[in-house]
């Protein structure tokens, strides 16, 4: 196997992980600094900067301290070249499930999230 879908897939829970505790400092450790948040579901752009983005994790009751089942799942991986990623996973926080795209660069020799675009559906 590529060894590129392990180091993608590794980044990709670091990222599960760090929605599912609300942990901020994890999840600014494997998205890009200047990374672009940004959704549309609502029928307005939403886009944060990571800075506001982070804040809101921070701010919020983790899913798993509510006892929310975890319903993380990498759905697809593909290359555009050796430094280039894109995953689609799917994720719920509350009753929010998440589709997300998720593009990686690898930089300095570790790959990092640079850009978040999602979809979410609310769960009655």
């Known amino acids: 196997m590529d060894p590129r879908f392990e ?4 980044v990709i829970g670091c990222y599960f992980a760090g929605l599912r505790h609300s942990d901020a400092t994890g999840l600014a450790d494997v998205f890009h600094p200047q990374a672009i ?3 549309a579901s609502e029928g307005a752009l939403t886009q944060l900067s990571m800075a506001e983005y982070l804040a809101v994790v921070a701010a919020r009751p983790s899913p798993a301290s509510r006892g929310e089942a975890s319903m993380d799942e990498i759905v697809s991986i593909a ?3 050796p430094v280039t990623a ?5 994720c719920a926080i ?3 499930r998440f589709t997300d795209f ?3 660069v690898k930089l300095d020799g570790r790959w990092r ?3 978040k675009v999602f ?6």
């Open 7 to 10: 180091e993608v897939a590794e």
């Open 37 to 39: 948040y940004a959704c």
């Open 79 to 81: 290359f555009a070249g």
């Open 86 to 90: 894109q995953a689609m996973v799917k």
């Open 94 to 96: 509350g009753p929010k």
């Open 102 to 104: 998720l593009t990686l």
């Open 113 to 115: 999230i640079i850009a």
């Open 119 to 124: 979809h979410f559906d609310v769960v009655k």
